[in-house]
């Protein structure tokens, strides 16, 4: 575990959220004594072997509609929110147990097919209808940026995203969360806008 980092990051004016796939619970709880308090998930299986309630959970990976029943009760805010599908089911399963969930729309701002992600000419019509769900609670924007050494491509992206989020913070309440940055790329996303970083590897190393 990577101490030295940890307390720095958790010194920087943004959120942390420790993203713990491939850890074991130990070390989730090693994580928390140092002091960090989110985590993140990108897998329903995984994150249900390691829940503890105890702490605040986020779920960053693509989750599918099935899967939303299971989490729905567990977490805090679900970042990867990347469809109308998935939102609707969110808006039904909340609805369910009298919650309202807070939830970052995804958006797909590199231009590797394999990224996942709502493409950003699909955000306007997402938003209207997410508007209209009243267990569904818009807080913000994440993407994951393109994995590439062209510091001026991932800058490109990131200005994207903060410009789009500013856009949302005008128009509407609520939105105070721009989630991006992962061990590689963290300080340039801070350096343009992120609010909220995601970062994995590099805290183990
Ligand atoms: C794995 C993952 C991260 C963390 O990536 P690292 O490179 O390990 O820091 C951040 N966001 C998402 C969506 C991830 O799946």
Redo the contacts with the bound molecule.
């Keep these: 575990m990577n101490t030295q980092l940890i307390e720095h990051l958790l010194s920087l004016p943004v959120q942390l ?1 420790a ?1 713990t ?1 491939k850890h074991t619970k130990e070390e989730v709880d090693a994580l928390y004594t140092l002091g960090v308090r989110t985590f ?1 998930e ?1 897998r329903v299986q995984e994150f249900l072997e390691k829940y503890d309630p105890n702490y605040s959970w986020h779920i ?2 693509h989750l599918q509609t099935n899967k939303v029943k299971y989490i729905i009760d567990k977490v805090d805010m679900i ?2 929110v990347d469809s109308l599908k998935l939102a609707s089911e969110i808006e039904k399963q909340a609805k369910k147990i009298g919650k309202v969930q807070d939830i970052l729309i ?1 958006l797909k701002v590199s231009d590797d097919p394999n990224k996942t992600g709502l493409p950003l000419e699909d955000l306007d019509d997402l938003l209207e209808k997410v508007d209209q769900m009243e267990h569904v609670r818009l807080r913000g924007l ?1 993407c ?1 940026a393109s994995n590439t050494e062209d510091t001026q491509k991932i800058e490109h992206e990131f200005d994207t995203m903060h410009s789009l989020y500013h856009d949302l913070q005008q128009k509407r309440d609520h939105i105070d969360t721009l989630s991006m940055g ?3 790329d ?1 300080p340039i996303a801070i350096k343009h806008g992120a609010n909220t970083i ?6 183990f190393e």
């Design positions: 959220v993203v796939k993140g990108n960053i990976g970042e990867s995804e994440m994951i992962m061990s590689h963290y995601r970062v994995g590897t590099a805290l």
